[in-house]
């Protein structure tokens, strides 16, 4: 049974920093590119990092240079460094792995499995 699991949000002020984690079971945790979506009320979900098999790293242009991502193949783990958060960061963070890798390549959504979501609220 495939499973993802978000894990690190909360409630934080601005310049706060959080770290996101996936843990993952029952994939081949090492052939998938991994990454996280964020949705905001009102607002498109958006790729905010991925990190494929070679370890290339991709991210939207809001949040260059303050988030990163990295992954941890051993432990099946995944986790997204999120610095200097600003309001409106705030959203629904998910994990998701990507087989096909085209999450990279396109910037686009494309996931073969994704965690349940953890919350992110960034406010004074």
């Known amino acids: 049974q495939v499973q993802l699991v978000d894990s690190g949000g909360g409630l934080v002020q601005p310049g706060a920093s959080l770290r996101l984690s996936c843990t993952t079971s029952?994939?081949?945790?090492?052939?998938?590119?991994v990454g996280w979506y964020r949705q905001a009320p009102g607002k498109q979900r958006e790729l905010v990092a991925v990190?494929?098999?070679?370890?290339?790293?991709k991210y939207a242009d809001s949040v260059q240079g303050r988030f990163f991502v990295s992954r941890d193949n051993v432990a099946k783990t995944a986790q997204l460094e999120m610095n200097d958060l600003k309001p409106e960061d705030s959203g629904a963070y998910y994990c998701?792995?990507?087989?096909?890798?085209?999450?990279?390549?396109?910037?686009?959504?494309?996931?073969?499995?994704r965690g349940q979501g953890t919350q992110v609220t960034v406010s004074s």
């Open positions: 998701f792995v990507d087989r096909s890798g085209s999450s990279y390549t396109t910037g686009e959504e494309s996931y073969d499995y």
């Open positions: 029952g994939i081949t945790f090492p052939i998938y590119a």
């Open positions: 990190i494929t098999v070679s370890r290339r790293t």
